[in-house]
């Protein structure tokens, strides 16, 4: 057995005690967390449960920088989190960098514990967490944990003994959680005041006081990345119950969310969901084009352009996808928060949490938390988002929609100058339009997306999810947009019925298609062609070798393009189904292998994302609300194109006039019952609403109970 | 001095000793207070400020029941609240009565103080409320109040001798909040299992186990009111600085918050803010009508039928209304947030205080508090209210349409009638239809709002606020639609718009100048009557007597007359108001002496009523905004409707189809400007946010620093 102070051993360093920086530090505590007075007794003796513990990973402790507090001591270490650093950085600043992580908190640390990697290289950095560091920002984030009477209650430090498994932090914590709790602290690395970083030249070590340590270092590529490390046994048993085509109907949603957070496991959980939802309408489709009589003739897209859906048909198609996608978004609403129960996320507190890195303003105390940080008045954010941001936004959508207008002239034209002259120029004259807006489009997308950042990180917002929903809002709008701007176009303004159902079902199919290639057969290509490297790293090659390995894999693209292509099918499916009804069907056997292949592509082909503790899907959930209401616009006004209930207005004698007075009070009266149904059906479950207002009883109780 | 103890001592009655009957009570508490563990000797301290307090009222407080905590004992006695008992009750369920409301909350009391009066009679308690219950209650309420750091806290009981103020009862609360605190008390008055009330014959004695006894008593006819007291001297000053004249532009809200309380000061701030957002338009409307060259023809209602105001100007009336009413509803939520700050209601806690008395449901023990109430499931108040509430309210809502159609077709017959036949009875029976409308909707009004009621009340809801919510949102849709249903009809059935500008016009001179008699003229002239006859009471005449004479006055009838009348002016002006431009100008001059008017009225002409302290303005908030929407709707349309404007795209040459189109198109361009509008004022100003996070941050602090 080593013994519980490990020193500090590195093969290039030599050994530090670091003990000796920073004398007298028991504790890992800052001016926000109270000092715990524990007994050092009973902390020792709950660590013993955590001494038992077998680390998977045998990272010999001992290479591993010393915790700061005896409670938190251990044999062995779990590495969390892998630093890359730049092949040429110097050993002073990698020294420097790993003893910002393992001081305390209280010396403006991050509380971590480091370790050198075993090879000489020295670009890379593990980090880990002690018990302590682990539990303080649990409590810190608002976490919710399994307490003793087997209610999710806000974890608290004071109280930690009457929480279930807290003795055992591979139980009490998910790993996502102990890897975001690394990367919170990480973040959360400023210097106090301005400071040369060691090792670096002089005109870009500069580091401003209160910057954060870790934004600098990569911004200035001395740090590559930040990954979370995988746990090749617990993924492997995760991927096999996942998507090794066993348990063909569910997902394990809760293991996934172990391993991967919460944003991850949503997705997943509102794709589960989403799928399923799909069932009422694909069997509604099957019925109208398949059993009814009047409808059988448009199946095939190709032909019957000019017959849609029979009137009573394609009335019941409107009001059905309307009231199907409030259902949807309602249940999954009460869905959601009782996920969000479960998995202990319904009362983060992250407004009350570290800013986010980038956040900056002038220093001064919180009047609320009273802790040091930048404050920028939120009216000033608010002028930004109004007066500068939604402007460019809409200057943007602008360009789209001349893109759109500039592609049909190029067309028209061309198609002029082809008949007018008739030669092989001409001809190929046809193809330029086409590229043009393509090209266009591409370069509208890059420039927009930097555009998007950049306003978003100008914003200046305190919160990442207040960050990550604007910018979100931002690019779903544009991509949204791009999407169907065309189809919007052939709806309203053109009126074309066949022409939107031919575009429909030939975007419909060729998405597919796409799909089914980019996500499944690509993934499988590039699993057979990268695992065949992995396997060149042998069962008793260095574990050290293995963790790098996972460095060159490429990062997680984000959940961002899985969201919008949810969003898009969602849109096809609620703004025009009733133009051709068979996409739920489609949309339902694309979901079922869409299911598996995001799954494949999660667990296998990229890094491992960190992924914070959320409650929800964020904006998300707002942006498949709008489109139900926009949906009950498009429907109203597609079921006033259809040249059947044309014919049928004609026969009845209505003036067109009155006939679209009358839609547009079906449309106003079926908005208003959607307002109604979705204020009616409660947003949580009634036993998770008890349960918040429990701990909200509770908090007020402790509130009044105790001395300000 | 008497002994701080002072000993029941009624004539009629009696001397009882009641410390004997209820041994070592020695201060209210009940399973969900906590024993006050304060040092005996400081809480004697902090009484000796209220025993120097005079009370103006000079009842002996000898004759008033002991308070059952020491700190509580006190040489004067603040009576606060009359119930009036029937002539005829029994001097034995008086005696019951009384005990009841002394007896201490741990043996199912109120622990307040009662005085039977100096008369012989016995058909009056006064009731008082001593410093502990006060507390208690405030603490319970989560009443905000001034902390030594100068902010609003919730108040603690705990922590009491860090308020300010706290020796001095009369500073501390609101006379208002000790009325609603005794109001609270009585109401929550129960009985622990099946109980005869003594006195009463068997038959309707009867009281079951955890029954309301007041709501009983009140149901029997034993307690025939419970009047909260005026409080001459300070009525007389509100009412000097309120209404009579000398400060012509601002009312004494706080004063009015203090003495009236939360719901009477709410409404009067809005009634002031809504004045004042009336100046911009009726500017507007002064500059249409009387600078405009087009508009001027216009001005009186009568002539001028064929022409509306110019196109440009009635585009700019409807856009500007469109953007005030958002403007108006989003800037009265931030200062509504600021004087729910101000006045300590930013955090009540009625979800966690005892339900209103009429609320039933299996005995249970909370799961949220713990305490032993009724509990009855949302789902099914829910359905209640989904299945059987909403299709009769939409039921009656038909009945007033039928009564409309009725009407019309009845006229026309009539009329075709006396064409035919011209004698004097044919003439006569012109008038029926008229008659037969009053008489069916003055019919169909008295059912309904007993309908409403009893829907409300079977729909069991716990908080009184819901409850309210939902009984104001029934009545408020009824009478909205008797007011506009016919305007609506006009406008956009009949689509003729002179019409509707005549109607409109005169509904708005006819409803100002009933408006002046009924609110200004009638008072005075009541008030002359009246005030002859309380002066038959002399100076040296017993205080009880004037204390009786509170309770001949007429009972308030509410704020519901009051906000109806504001929304319905709120309407003519935002649905119609591009119709009629003048109408903020006649508001305006309405509203000016309604302010005086109801501020004489709730001062003199009723008895005082019970105010809950209210964070805002409850369903009445929603109302308006909700009318904002329908108004951009409504404007879209009378522009369409427009005869300038149809004459205008006549000549550009647009087929009344596009135009229509375009018209749907701003209409909904317009509801999303609004609804962004609404989304980016933030609901509530920067500083209240502030305090309200650091309170969210004090508490959720002190739930993780206590041990469950």
């Not at 926000?32 to 077998?54: C, F, Y």
Request: a neutral charge; proline letters at 6%; one cysteine or more.
């Amino acid at each position: 057995m080593s013994p519980p102070f490990s020193r500090w051993s590195d093969p290039v360093l030599g050994t530090v005690d670091t003990q000796r920086e920073h004398p007298g530090t028991s504790c890992p505590t800052d001016s926000q967390r109270r000092a715990p007075n524990l007994g050092d007794e009973r902390a020792m003796m709950t660590s013993q449960g955590e001494l038992r513990r077998k680390v998977k990973m045998g990272v010999r402790s001992d290479s591993w920088t010393q915790v700061s507090c005896p409670c938190c001591a251990s044999d062995q270490v779990e590495p969390l989190v892998l630093i890359h650093l730049a092949p040429d950085v110097q050993p002073t600043t990698k020294k420097w960098i790993m003893s910002r992580i393992e001081a305390p908190e209280k010396d403006g640390g991050a509380a971590l514990l480091a370790h050198p990697g075993e090879d000489r290289d020295g670009d890379i950095i593990l980090v880990s967490a002690p018990r302590c560091t682990l539990l303080h920002v649990t409590e810190e984030l608002g976490l919710c944990k399994l307490y003793e009477d087997g209610s999710m209650t806000p974890f608290s430090y004071q109280d930690r003994s009457s929480f279930k498994n807290i003795d055992d932090m591979q139980e009490f914590m998910t790993v996502a959680e102990r890897q975001y709790v690394v990367k919170y602290e990480l973040d959360s690395l400023r210097v106090q005041r301005d400071l040369y970083i060691p090792g670096l030249p002089e005109a870009k070590g500069l580091l401003r006081a209160r910057g954060s340590i870790f934004q600098k270092l990569e911004k200035v590529g001395v740090i590559q990345a930040v990954i979370p490390l995988h746990d090749q046994s617990q993924l492997d048993s995760l991927a096999k119950a996942w998507y090794s085509g066993k348990q063909l109907w569910s997902q394990p949603l809760d293991s996934i969310q172990a391993y991967f957070g919460g944003s991850v496991a949503f997705y997943f959980s509102f794709l589960d969901f989403y799928t399923w939802a799909l069932v009422p309408p694909a069997l509604l489709g099957v019925v109208l084009v398949f059993l009814l009589p009047a409808g059988g003739a448009v199946a095939e897209a190709g032909k019957g352009d000019e017959d849609g859906p029979s009137v009573s048909g394609h009335m019941v198609q409107a009001v059905f996808s309307m009231l199907w996608s409030t259902l949807v978004m309602e249940l999954w609403k009460r869905r959601s928060s009782s996920l969000s129960y479960r998995w202990g996320t319904l009362q983060l507190t992250e407004r009350f949490a570290e800013p986010r890195p980038g956040y900056h303003g002038t220093m001064g105390y919180s009047p609320i938390t009273g802790r040091l940080e930048p404050h920028f008045p939120s009216w000033q954010r608010n002028l930004r988002v109004g007066l500068v941001s939604l402007p460019v936004v809409g200057l943007f959508l602008g360009l789209v929609v001349l893109g759109i207008a500039g592609f049909y002239r190029g067309e028209a034209l061309v198609k002029e100058v082809h008949e007018h002259r008739g030669s092989l120029f001409s001809a190929g004259l046809l193809y330029v339009p086409s590229l043009a807006h393509i090209v266009y489009v591409n370069f509208l997308g890059t420039v927009y997306s930097k555009v998007a950042l950049a306003l978003t990180e100008w914003e200046n917002h305190r919160e990442e999810s207040s960050f990550q929903n604007h910018h979100t809002t931002k690019v779903l709008l544009f991509s949204f947009f791009n999407c169907f701007a065309v189809l919007f176009h052939i709806a309203f303004v053109k009126q074309d019925l066949p022409l939107l159902r031919k575009r429909l079902s030939s975007l419909l199919i060729v998405t597919q298609l796409v799909n089914q290639c980019t996500e499944v057969l690509v993934p499988f290509l590039v699993d057979r062609f990268l695992s065949s490297s992995e396997k060149n790293l042998k069962e008793d090659d260095p574990k050290v070798d293995k963790v790098r390995a996972q460095g060159s894999l490429p990062p997680f693209p984000g959940l961002f393009a899985e969201y919008i292509e949810l969003l898009v099918q969602y849109g096809y499916l609620s703004l025009f189904s009733c133009v051709y009804p068979l996409t739920a069907v489609l949309l339902l056997i694309n979901n079922v292998t869409e299911i598996r292949s995001d799954a494949f592509k999660i667990c296998r082909l990229f890094r491992k994302p960190f992924s914070a503790p959320v409650s929800n899907m964020g904006v998300w959930q707002a942006a498949f609300e709008v489109l139900g209401f926009v949906s009950v616009i498009s429907n109203c006004w597609l079921l006033l194109l259809s040249p059947r209930v044309k014919e049928f207005c004609q026969e009845a004698g209505y003036s067109s006039r009155n006939v679209l007075l009358f839609a547009i009070l079906v449309e106003h009266v079926l908005i208003l019952i959607k307002m109604i149904l979705a204020f009616a059906i409660p947003d949580e479950p009634d036993w998770v609403r008890i349960k918040r207002e429990e701990i909200e009883y509770h908090s007020l109780q402790a509130f009044n109970q105790q001395k300000l």
